[in-house]
């Protein structure tokens, strides 16, 4: 009884801080394992960057290559290493026995078994990548032809008058200061709209090749969405980058004049 008593009065307040001190130790590990689990889906890493514009994209992924085939080298040059080390134990045994050489040996030519494997899946991806921008590329070629045939103005160079840039651009007005340069770089001249969009939701525009748009606003489409996410729009200002597909409502003026119809 007297236990207890002392057990309810005295050494009760102890207890109740180690209490509170083990509480707010389970707190902080639970805010720590809330912040952790909130943070990946915030800092989406894709290991593909398909998350990113297909610039960026086609970058980082160069990127990574170069850094595996660096990895690969490294590797290499320890397995050749450890071969010759190897040989060399073989022809004088005093110096080492060979056999403890051939778990290193195994686990450098698993690793480099590993990166290949590694730089073929991602330059797989870098393919992929490139054939959208080449069909881009070839997209963009195509209407500038299309263009020039629907204006009867056909050129073995490529060149053709203002006139049939202003055909080209919509609106002509915001391409102003570009018509004096365009019949020495055809590659210069803009992509033409092929409809507007409409921003349903604000966006930041930090990753390179983006663009920043605020909620409301209003943008040229000038290529659609190749199954990757982006949409390549342009400002008034002629201003070009992505924004992402679910990001804007999109009208394509397929019927308009000067307006390309992707297939």
């Known amino acids: ?74 590797e290499n040059d320890q397995k050749d290493a450890l071969i010759k080390m190897k040989d060399v134990y073989e022809k004088n045994p005093q110096m080492g026995d060979p056999g403890s050489l051939q778990p290193k040996l195994m686990e450098t030519m698993n690793n480099m078994d590993r990166l290949r494997m590694e730089i073929h899946k991602n330059e797989a991806w870098l393919s992929e990548v490139e054939g959208k ?10 209407s500038d032809i299309n263009h020039l045939v629907t204006q009867g103005r056909e050129s073995p160079e490529g060149s053709y008058t203002d006139d049939a840039n202003q055909e080209v651009r919509s609106p002509p007005q915001q391409h102003g200061p570009h018509n004096e340069f365009d019949d020495e770089f055809e590659d210069d001249d803009p992509l033409p709209a092929i409809g507007h969009c409409k921003a349903i939701y604000p966006f930041d525009g930090h990753n390179e090749g983006t663009l920043a748009m605020k909620e409301g606003e209003v943008l040229y489409i000038i290529e659609e969405d190749k199954g990757d996410g982006w949409t390549r729009a342009r400002r008034q200002n002629g201003e070009e980058g992505y924004v992402p597909t679910t990001y804007i409502d999109v009208t394509l003026e397929k019927n308009s004049k000067g307006a390309v119809t992707y297939i």
Not at 9 to 22: L, N, R
Not at 133 to 142: E, F, I, L, P
């Open 133 to 142: 921008v080449a069909t881009r590329g070839d997209r963009r070629h195509s």
């Open 1 to 74: 009884h007297i236990y207890r008593t002392v057990s309810d009065g005295t050494i009760s307040t102890p207890k109740q801080e180690g209490m509170k001190i083990d509480a707010k130790t389970t707190v902080g590990k639970a805010k720590g394992k809330l912040w952790l689990f909130g943070k990946k889906p915030k800092g989406p890493s894709q290991e593909d960057f398909s998350h990113l514009p297909p610039e960026q994209r086609r970058k980082k992924l160069q990127q990574r290559i170069d850094e595996l085939n660096r990895e690969l080298q490294k």
